[in-house]
């Protein structure tokens, strides 16, 4: 699986090395390198109007994917969850995968970039059921339900200062830790949010040796 690192690595790459200059040496990130919230958050607001289609129709990235697949597993045993948190929920991929899945209650969304979390906003579901994004004025006209009751802009370290439920069934982070070094701070953030007897779902990479 290619993850969106992969598109992380790509923009530093071009950000290192000058296109004008002979390319001798290939600069990679060192292992636990923790990028700044500041990068990464102008990184992402970059990269909202064509992430998605970058990563659909360019990359073999399933992420999203995975972890609906695993909350989905777990409704077996204990039916769908009653509130979710979708944990740095871009432009809403795991959101579409969960809702209505996995998810019986309300789905909120939080990301440290607000453009990418406008287009999460922006989700709902027409009346044929499918997918489709509408600005509030359109939502408002048709009545249209959004994939998310709320989409809120943050700091996953911070998540108290989010606006959020205090805690939620099921917490999911799609291809967020990589961007974490020390992943201690993050998870407990995390653990954080998931009530007694819920479900934390995150993904993680492995490196070539």
Known sequence: MRSLTALLALQLTHA???TTTRRRRRHTPC???????????????????????????????????????????ATAHRGKYASALDAG???????????????????????????????????CLPDDGAAA?????TLKATGWETIYRRVETGNLLQLDKCGLDAQYELVVSADVLCYFGDLKGVLSALAAKTAPGGDLIFTVETLPE
Do not use: H, W
Request: overall charge negative.
């Open 89 to 123: 929920c871009g432009t809403g991929l795991a959101g579409l995968e969960l809702r209505d899945a996995a998810v019986r209650g309300p789905l909120d969304g939080v990301d440290l970039s607000s453009k990418m979390a406008e287009y999460a906003a922006a989700l």
């Open 16 to 18: 290192l090395i000058p």
């Open 31 to 73: 292992k636990g390198t923790k990028l700044t919230s500041d990068y990464v958050e102008s990184l992402f607001d970059g990269f909202a109007d064509t992430f998605e289609g970058v990563l659909v129709e360019q990359l073999e990235y399933c992420a999203p994917q995975k972890v609906a697949e695993a909350a989905i597993n």
């Open 133 to 137: 994004r509408a600005d509030a004025v």
